[in-house]
Every structure is written in structure tokens, then in C-alpha cells.
């Protein structure tokens, strides 16, 4: 019982975790783009020079990509609710607890839409 719950907290807060890395911040950008087989495979290379052609540097990649490339991969990871979903699921598939998947993701929206209230106030 006790490692159920374990399990259903870990998986939260790694999804939040993966929330909170990859819709509030550039970070596969900055590390990706010195990397020649990642920054073409991962379009950071075109992100990169629409920031230079715009001038637009509020724009995240995870935006760019979802405005720019129109396919079922960019839909699911630029959609936080159905991204969370399996980000939950297949870590609980990992720590052997598929009945916590709901509780699971219920947490990490719910931790995920706190962090980001505050985030948008600071």
C-alpha cells in the first residue's frame, strides 16, 4: 500500500516536473542547439532563425512548434492535459502501479496549475 503511493507521488511530481520543463521554458532549445543531430531532427534550427527573423523571443519552441508543424506528435506534446496523461501513464506502467494513472495525473495538474498561477505573477 505504502509503495502504491509512492509510486502515485513520484509519477506526480515527474510529471509536473516534465510540465513545468517543457511549457514554461526553452530548456531542450539551450541544451539541443549545440548539438548538430538534435538541433536539425528537432527543428531547433528553424525555431532559432524565425527568433532571428521576427525578433520574437517570447515565443517557446514548444509554441513554435505547435503554430508551425500541424501533426498528431506536435498536437499531443504541445497539449499539457493530453502530454500529462501519458507522461503519468507510462511512468506508472514504469513503477508497476497503472490503477494510480488517474490520481496520478489529477495530482500533477492540479500541482502544475499552481506553479504556473504563481509563475505568471512573478
Known sequence: ??????????????????????????????????????????????YLDYQNLTGDTTLLYIQYLASTYNNFFIKLISCPLCFGFWVNLISLLYLSNIKGVFISYTISVILYTIFKKNYDTI
Not at 38 to 45: A, G, S
Open 1 to 46: 500500500m505504502e509503495n502504491d503511493f509512492l509510486s502515485i507521488i513520484y509519477s506526480s511530481f515527474f510529471s509536473t516536473f516534465i510540465f513545468i520543463i517543457l511549457y514554461n521554458t526553452n530548456v531542450i532549445v539551450e541544451y539541443c542547439k549545440y548539438l548538430p543531430f538534435f538541433k536539425e531532427k528537432l527543428k531547433i534550427k528553424d
